[in-house]
């Protein structure tokens, strides 16, 4: 402890010490003003103890508080700073809210008809896709019933040729057909000497 406080100590120890002998002379019928007097100077003592030993620490902390709240001031004025910006970036961007909405919706139209183009053309693709297909699929079905009908035709011909043939032709017709061809083949220049050559 430095020397001041020691004196300043002491000092206050004997007047607290010298007050007491001043309430015990005012408690046994004693003066009024003297009681009130030593009262005062006892809150005087206390007051003024408080002052020396806490002036310091009580001084510490205003400051410290003093200090935290400017510092708090600081932080709030940039936090506020910064929610002005955002809210500054927030009405731009409601601001350009309709011009995107709007963007979006010719986009979005845009779309939709190059999609329509898209589906339109794909379905005239396939269109004509199955149209050549079928066409094929008829031309081949076409010969082949074509083939089919001049097949059966050749067959209903040599039928109803066969039955003539053996309806109108006899044994002697018969006799007479193979001899002629028997005579072709004997004759000179006939289909037998053709073969040999």
Do not use: W
């Not at 020396?52 to 932080?75: E, N």
């Not at 005239?124 to 083939?147: F, G, H, K, V, Y």
Request: glycine share 6%; charged share 25%.
């Amino acid at each position: 402890m430095n020397r001041p406080r020691r004196i300043t100590l002491t000092a206050m120890l004997i007047c607290a010490g010298g007050t007491a002998p001043l309430f015990a002379s005012s408690a046994e019928g004693g003066n009024a003003v003297m009681e009130v007097g030593a009262k005062l100077l006892n809150f005087g003592l206390l007051i003024g103890v408080l002052v020396y030993f806490m002036r310091s620490p009580i001084a510490a902390h205003l400051a410290s508080r003093s200090s935290q709240i400017r510092q708090d001031l600081v932080t709030a004025a940039e936090m506020r700073a910064a929610a002005s910006t955002q809210l500054a970036e927030i009405d731009t961007r409601m601001q350009a809210l309709p011009g995107e909405l709007d963007a979006l919706k010719r986009q979005g139209a845009e779309d939709v008809k190059a999609e329509q183009a898209r589906i339109a053309q794909t379905a005239a693709d396939e269109r004509t896709r199955l149209l050549e297909q079928t066409r094929r699929e008829i031309d081949m079905r076409m010969r082949i019933s074509r083939r089919e009908l001049t097949e059966h035709a050749a067959a209903l011909a040599v039928g109803v040729a066969d039955a003539r043939i053996r309806r109108s032709i006899t044994a002697d017709d018969q006799i007479r057909l193979v001899d002629r061809y028997a005579k072709q083949l004997a004759a000179p220049g006939g289909a037998a000497e053709r073969g040999i050559r």
